[in-house]
């Protein structure tokens, strides 16, 4: 078993948990042992594409990791909480609610390279700790800046309508947020219907956190929020269209049919070019030999030995040097 199953992850279950029912339908399935990994987290509030790598398909979890991803999410106006999620607790509020078009104004803003500061309540380390255990214990987490890429933000469907000024939190100042200084001289005129909340699709890099990104665009807007819906729709190369759901996990798995829905191992290469090689060729890579005198393209490349993946492999000037070999 060499390849990738795509999991619709469900709410309410974390990263690991989804990693751990493929390993149950493995070896109920009686495949033996099977090396599995996944290739991004998901938050147990986030749903949507997974995907979990079998065997050697393992050793490109870290590309997986790197790759872009999609997502939709929901910003609920009105409230911030110390998570940016709909898990924590209410840290400010506003009775200031969005228009459509204030919204469409502040998204160009948030296009393109951007530096944003993670949540407290992320895994990233502070002095050898995960933030969110320093968060938990009620001390200050300070991070730094990370720059992201946005490659695309847009109003992604019809925003639910209404919704009036929230009410006050006891004890909660609501003077507790950074003003947020527009960088065009203000946001433009409100007109317009106040939306209560707004669902955004974002197409985003690596290491950019949307909770985050759900806090900023509430603050350009001039209130608070915070993330009450996230699903993520694409990773990688991989879609929800590709996205299997727990059942149909386990119902493969009684039947033994696990390969039915198990996508090979090139799935995760699909945007490398292939590099055809000879049994002879081959056996030098697989040896982590360099090669020298092959014509090709300078890059990341596949090689190949007729239809088995043999090594990603680096073409530079004429040398090509393996990157991660494949024992198939």
Do not use: C
């Not at 594409?49 to 990791?65: H, I, N, Q, S």
């Not at 200050?140 to 992604?156: C, K, N």
């Amino acid at each position: 078993m060499h390849g990738w199953i795509i999991l619709d992850k469900p709410l309410g279950l974390g990263s690991t948990q989804a990693v751990s029912a493929v390993k149950r339908a493995l070896r109920q399935g009686g495949y033996g042992k099977v090396k599995v990994g996944h290739g991004g987290t998901l938050d147990p509030l986030a749903t949507g594409v997974l995907p979990v790598a079998l065997g050697e398909a393992t050793k490109l979890a870290g590309r997986m990791l790197d790759a872009s991803k999609i997502y939709d999410f929901t910003i609920g106006f009105g409230t911030q909480t110390d998570t940016l999620d709909a898990e924590g607790q209410v840290v400010a509020t506003s009775d200031v609610r969005p228009t459509r078009a204030d919204i469409d104004a502040v998204l160009q803003l948030f296009t393109g390279p951007i530096s944003q500061m993670p949540p407290a309540f992320s895994a990233l380390k502070v002095d050898g700790k995960r933030a969110y255990d320093l968060a938990r214990a009620g001390e200050d987490v300070v991070l730094q800046p990370r720059d992201v890429t946005i490659h695309a933000l847009e109003i992604a469907s019809s925003p639910v309508r209404g919704g009036g000024p929230a009410e006050p939190v006891e004890g909660l100042a609501r003077t507790s947020r950074q003003p947020f200084h527009h960088p065009l001289g203000g946001p433009p005129p409100r007109t317009g219907e106040e939306l209560a909340e707004i669902t955004l699709t974002a197409h985003v890099s690596k290491g950019t956190y949307i909770r985050s990104l759900a806090r900023d665009i509430a603050l350009a807007l001039e209130t608070v929020g915070h993330v009450t819906m996230l699903r993520r729709t694409k990773a990688g190369p991989f879609t929800l269209t590709q996205a299997i759901s727990l059942d149909k996990l386990a119902e493969h798995s009684m039947h033994r049919a696990l390969e039915d829905i198990t996508l090979p191992l090139t799935a995760g290469l699909d945007d490398i070019p292939a590099l055809p090689v000879t049994p002879d060729q081959a056996r030098l890579l697989r040896q982590g030999q360099v090669l020298i005198g092959i014509a090709a393209h300078q890059g990341l490349h596949l090689a190949t030995e007729a239809e088995t993946p043999v090594a990603l492999v680096e073409v530079s000037g004429p040398e090509i040097r393996v990157v991660r070999g494949f024992n198939l």
